[in-house]
């Protein structure tokens, strides 16, 4: 099967410091990622849609200055906090989209942030 | 709007049947997916459907009826490990997913 690998798993920082987040489909091009965040006891909420080579498309909500995601490569998109507060203090998961299978996400292992 | 509903909770015993019922009004439907998520960690796919019936795996079998817009999830032979969330989601026109809050599952001994 597909698969989605996300690093790191885990990350304490700073508040007021950045973290990047990289989400890599390991054995399929993925033309299209999506970014989640999932707070404690709540359902996942998407953040932001990656397409390969464009800019990426957010949810209402979502500062895209804030939270800047890179899908530079077909295998490789990137979320970054920038100037993270505690608030910011999630679950945030990635999933990818096989062109084949566009019905289907496959998803990542999530990274734990936890901004102090 | 688009909406997902299933129950926020249900307990169940060990060795025991649970049934997650989910029911969705989506713009579009390209098919029905279930997923299981342990505290912590990401959703793992259980099951898919795209045609009405019921689809079996094992212990785990999930049924669609695109005409009354509803699903369910069906665990039989309940064990401990299966106490998780579990998410119902549906792909819509666009191949967006659409979640649901998910269902967390208790199991009793």
């Known amino acids: 099967g597909a698969v989605v690998s996300q690093h790191p798993s885990r990350v304490i920082c700073k508040s007021g410091t950045s973290v990047k987040i990289e989400c890599r489909s390991l054995d399929f091009q993925a033309t299209t990622m999506f970014w989640y965040r999932q707070f404690p006891k709540q359902s996942l909420m998407l953040m932001a849609t990656s397409n390969e080579g464009s800019k990426a498309t957010y949810e209402q909500g979502v500062e895209k200055d804030k939270f800047l995601i890179n899908h530079a490569s077909l295998t490789l998109s990137t979320l970054t906090v920038t100037s993270a507060h505690p608030e910011d203090s999630s679950f945030y998961i990635c999933?990818?989209?096989?062109?084949?299978?566009?019905?289907?996400?496959?998803f990542g292992p999530g990274t734990r942030l936890t901004v102090t | 709007g688009q909406n997902i509903d299933q129950p926020t909770e249900m307990t169940a015993t060990e060795g025991a049947i649970v049934q997650i019922n989910c029911t969705y009004q989506t713009s579009g439907f390209n098919g029905l997916f279930w997923y299981q998520q342990h505290a912590g960690e990401a959703p793992t796919f259980l099951s898919y459907?795209?045609l009405d019936g019921l689809e079996e795996k094992g212990r785990f079998s999930s049924f669609l009826s695109r005409s009354k817009g509803y699903s369910y999830l069906l665990l039989k032979e309940l064990q401990m490990k299966d106490s998780a969330s579990y998410l119902c989601?549906?792909?819509?026109?666009?191949?967006?997913?659409?979640w649901g809050a998910g269902t967390k599952l208790i199991i009793k001994p």
């Open positions: 999933s990818a989209r096989d062109p084949d299978r566009p019905y289907e996400q496959y």
């Open positions: 989601a549906v792909s819509n026109s666009n191949y967006q997913l659409i």
């Open positions: 459907n795209v």
